[in-house]
């Protein structure tokens, strides 16, 4: 006898951001926030637009936007564009929650996921899907954060 149990989709998707100035990739995980998945890369200018549609089809209960940080843990250059888009991000839409991650070599470790899915050279300069694949790195690194910071508490207990 097989037993079927469904999740309510009551979490809400966690949502990432891999901002830059031209392209930013996007991320989001399952209703169940257990699988990070990337969604697409969109131009920039288009972020905000692309968010509002998003939010009006799928329940979202949290943004997560790239930290980009130096070796020294110091916030890097790319910091003085992304702030003012996570200060908008907030100002748009105040009833979601944003945390940061750290996102650090994100770029480099999706490119070398792409060389080792086995995908033709030119495939792999598309930046568009760098920056997806970046953002989907970026999210699953914070869902393994929490669930490792959730097992630390219970060994608490």
Excluded: W
């Excluded at 830059?20 to 699988?35: E, F, M, W, Y």
């Excluded at 992304?82 to 907030?90: D, T």
Aim: proline share 3%; aromatic share 10%; with cysteine.
């Amino acid at each position: 006898m097989c037993i079927f149990v469904f999740m309510q989709d009551n979490f809400g998707r966690i949502v990432a951001i891999d901002y830059g100035q031209k392209r930013v990739g996007i991320a989001v995980t399952d209703c169940n926030r257990l699988i990070a998945s990337g969604l697409c890369t969109i131009a920039a200018s288009d972020v905000f637009l692309f968010l509002k549609d998003y939010i009006s089809k799928e329940k979202v209960s949290l943004f997560i936007v790239g930290k980009p940080k130096q070796m020294n843990n110091t916030d890097s250059d790319a910091s003085r564009y992304i702030e003012p888009f996570v200060k908008r991000l907030h100002k748009e839409f105040p009833q979601i929650p944003i945390d940061r991650e750290d996102e650090r070599f994100t770029s480099k470790m999706a490119f070398q996921t792409l060389i080792d899915s086995g995908l033709g050279k030119k495939k792999r300069q598309n930046k568009a899907l760098v920056d997806e694949v970046a953002a989907t790195i970026m999210l699953q690194n914070y869902l393994q954060k929490i669930e490792f910071e959730n097992q630390r508490n219970k060994k608490e207990e």
